[in-house]
């Protein structure tokens, strides 16, 4: 009786461990875009106070820097609409808002 419920806990332990590394990579995936968008915000203040100002969401991209870290691959390199993003064996398509002279762009699943 004793192994059946041992057991029993033991499989719920395994789902429950498995969950929590999925969840896991998708909480880096959004940190990952948090920083995205913190970047890209900066990236585009320093464009609109730069001496020619803001003149389109490309000059942003220019500058605008991709490398989140070793533990990150862009599967589907970024644009100016996105791309795909990949932490350890997890793919994520992330959008992007293109910046305008009001707002820097926006990044999110």
């Given at each position: 009786m004793v192994l059946i419920i041992l057991g029993i806990l033991a499989s719920v332990a395994v789902v429950r461990y498995n969950n929590l590394e999925d969840t896991s990579k998708q909480v880096a995936i959004d940190s990952a875009i948090s920083d995205l968008n913190g970047r890209e915000s900066l990236t585009w203040a320093n464009q609109n106070i730069s001496t020619t100002g803001y003149n389109?969401?490309?000059e942003v991209l220019d500058v605008f820097d991709y490398n989140l870290g070793s533990h990150y691959t862009w599967t589907v390199p970024p644009d100016k609409?996105?791309?795909?993003?990949?932490?350890?064996?997890?793919?994520?398509a992330i959008n992007r808002?293109?910046?305008?002279?009001?707002?820097?762009?926006?990044?999110?699943?």
């Open positions: 389109d969401d490309q609409f996105g791309g795909t993003l990949e932490f350890k064996g997890s793919s994520v808002t293109p910046s305008t002279a009001a707002q820097p762009a926006f990044w999110g699943r």
